[in-house]
């Protein structure tokens, strides 16, 4: 079983569209939460972090639900600029990361 | 500019012969890691390092290897290439204790 379960996608959604993607991991002893995005041939950057009590950042909420161990990121009223792969994190502990496989997200204008 | 820098950015090389790819960060972090990455099987960690000589294997560390004599370059050593290894690599470096994580342009490397 992976670490960290993501659905591939691809989503394509309009402008203006809300979408959710959800990712699920496996040790339960992990520590940390995060989603990266990743655009085409480019290396991923650090999106946000996921607390326990959920955070938002504009158009963006992510949630993270330790009893299901799922974590899940929210993004309100897409934008063309949205389009990019999210990468959801897991930290098992000492810096020790494991990565899904990326949901590909494309907004159509 | 807070950064981390990789070199070359693309390599076409042949099976066998030796290459390094380097990697340099400027913003004095502790830890320090490798990752390939390839179609369907997202990032996988080949090598990281909490500290100056301190080095680890990852998920994924045959047929490399790394050191970490300064605090700031990480290189990683492809000792005899093969086709298999033909990835996506890029580093990555983060304060110990955080998954908050910065990550090098990536290089593209082919082993024919």
């Known amino acids: 079983r992976k670490e960290v379960e993501q659905d591939p996608g691809p989503f394509n959604v309009p402008e203006g569209a809300t979408v959710a993607f959800n990712c699920t991991y496996s040790n339960s002893a992990s520590q940390s939460f995060f989603w990266y995005r990743q655009d085409c041939r480019k290396e991923p950057k650090l999106l946000m972090s996921?607390?326990?009590s959920g955070n938002e950042d504009g158009r963006f909420t992510a949630q993270l639900n330790r009893a299901s161990q799922y974590i899940s990121l929210l993004i309100r009223d897409s934008k063309l600029s949205d389009s990019a792969t999210y990468l959801c994190v897991v930290n098992a502990g000492a810096n020790n990361l494991f990565f899904g496989t990326g949901t590909r997200l494309t907004v159509i204008p | 500019e807070a950064q981390v820098t990789q070199n070359p950015r693309y390599l076409i090389t042949v099976t066998g012969k030796k290459l390094t790819v380097t990697c340099s960060q400027n913003?004095?972090?502790?830890?320090m890691s490798w990752y390939r990455q390839d179609p369907g099987l997202g990032l996988r960690q080949i090598y990281y390092?909490?500290?100056?000589?301190?080095?680890d294997k990852g998920d994924v560390p045959e047929g490399y290897k790394v050191s970490r004599k300064e605090k700031r370059n990480f290189p990683l050593i492809l000792e005899s290439p093969s086709p298999n290894q033909t990835s996506l690599y890029f580093c990555a470096s983060s304060l110990v204790g955080t998954g908050e994580q910065y990550f090098g342009p990536g290089t593209r490397l082919t082993v024919t």
């Open positions: 913003m004095n972090h502790e830890y």
């Open positions: 390092s909490m500290n100056v000589e301190v080095t």
């Open positions: 996921v607390y326990s």
